[in-house]
């Protein structure tokens, strides 16, 4: 079993900024793929932003140019800072990871909790 830790979120003030990490952590052979996803009030939950170990990233068009996810594959870890914060990314941001268990290595997807980001004056 694996489980997903979020931290960070809160209030923020349009044009501010935030981050968020998410630490993964039980039996864990390999993790593909991490990412971010978020849903507001009435609306499907959508991909923000996902990086792969090798460190390709992609990201929903937007957030392009505000918002950066990172990992360190060594701690398990995805991070997303987000910049210039406007109203309509409001949500509950959740964590995301592809993980592969030993022995048979087959991927399941684990999710994290979720945390309010709020973006309001």
């Known amino acids: 079993q694996v489980q997903l830790v979020e931290c960070g979120g809160g209030l923020v003030q349009p044009g501010g900024s935030l981050g ?3 630490a ?3 039996n864990i052979f390999s993790i593909n793929i991490m990412g971010w996803y978020r849903q507001a009030p009435g609306k499907e939950r959508e991909l923000v932003a996902v990086i792969t170990s090798g ?3 992609d990201y929903v068009d937007s ?3 505000r918002f950066t996810i990172s990992r ?7 991070s997303l800072h ?9 949500a509950v941001y959740y964590c995301y990871a592809a ?3 030993p022995p048979t290595m087959r991927p399941y997807d684990y999710w994290g909790q979720g945390t309010q980001v709020t973006v309001s004056s």
């Open 99 to 101: 993980v592969r268990h």
């Open 82 to 90: 987000m910049n210039s914060l406007k109203p309509e990314d409001t």
């Open 63 to 65: 957030v392009k140019g």
């Open 20 to 22: 968020l990490s998410c």
């Open 55 to 57: 460190g390709s990233t």
């Open 24 to 26: 993964a952590s039980g």
């Open 72 to 78: 360190d594959n060594a701690k398990n870890t995805v």
